[in-house]
Nanobody, 114 residues
Framework: QVQVVESGGGLVQPGGSLRLSCAAS????????MGWYRQAPGKQRELVAF???????NYADSVKGRFTISRDIAKNTVYLQMNSLKPEDTAVYYC????????WGQGTQVTVSS
């Protein structure tokens, strides 16, 4: 069973950048796609970006043009580069397959505030 560990979150000012990493314990490429999700306080978890085994990417409208998802096959790692961060990006960020069928990790907190 694949397990994931997210890292790279933190406190950043509006307009700043962060790079999240998701390390998988097993081969992640037995799944069709991997995604980054987020959950803000009082809101449901939402999918913000995913990348398929064919390197096709897709983004939620709210992050399009600001976030970039990528992966490193050799390192079994998926990344989320987040630029031009806004206060509304504040959330706990998780990675999982897309759709999310793996056990959920602890996530990594991203706080955008001045």
């Amino acid at each position: 069973q694949v397990q994931v560990v997210e890292s790279g979150g933190g406190l950043v000012q509006p307009g700043g950048s962060l790079r999240l990493s998701c390390a998988a314990s097993g081969s992640i490429f037995s799944h069709n796609a991997m995604g980054w999700y987020r959950q803000a306080p009082g809101k449901q978890r939402e999918l913000v970006a995913f990348i398929t085994s064919g390197e096709v990417t897709n983004y939620a409208d709210s992050v399009k043009g600001r976030f970039t998802i990528s992966r490193d096959i050799a390192k079994n790692t998926v990344y989320l580069q987040m630029n031009s961060l806004k206060p509304e990006d504040t959330a706990v960020y998780y990675c999982n397959s897309a759709p999310g069928v793996l056990p959920w990790g602890q996530g990594t907190q991203v706080t955008v505030s001045s």
